[in-house]
């Protein structure tokens, strides 16, 4: 059982930055492409980004239009951990944001076997 945990959110105001992190125990995230997803409260779940399959001799990265140019989606295989950093932060950012795991999702045909708990994100304006 792979178990995902996030970390990292808060409080900012607008035009901040945060780093989210997913990381887990007892198991190699680079088996898995890891994706970001958020949902704020009445919205539906939106897939934010995704970074494919960490032993691939090359990473691809995707982004939703609503954070492209503003975020970055990395890995750190020594802390065996997934980054995103979201700068100049807006309200419309606000919401819980999730990663999951699975080792044949896809941008366009996300499969994810497993999820975290979310860490909350407020921008305030």
């Known amino acids: 059982q792979v178990q995902l945990v996030e970390s990292g959110g808060g409080l900012v105001q607008s035009g901040g930055s945060l780093r989210l992190s997913c990381t887990a125990s007892?198991?190699?995230?680079?088996?898995?492409?890891i994706g970001w997803f958020r949902q704020a409260p009445g919205k539906e779940r939106e897939a934010v980004s995704l970074i494919s399959r960490g032993f691939e001799s090359s990473y691809s990265t995707y982004y939703a239009d609503s954070v492209k140019g503003r975020s970055t989606i990395s890995r750190d295989k020594s802390k065996n951990t997934v980054y995103l950093e979201m700068n100049s932060l807006r309200p419309e950012d606000t919401a819980t944001y999730y990663c999951?795991?699975?080792?044949?999702?896809?941008?366009?045909?996300?499969?994810?076997?497993?999820w975290g708990q979310g860490t909350q994100v407020t921008v305030s304006s």
């Open positions: 999951a795991a699975g080792p044949n999702s896809k941008w366009d045909t996300p499969d994810y076997d497993y």
């Open positions: 007892g198991v190699s995230l680079d088996r898995y492409a």
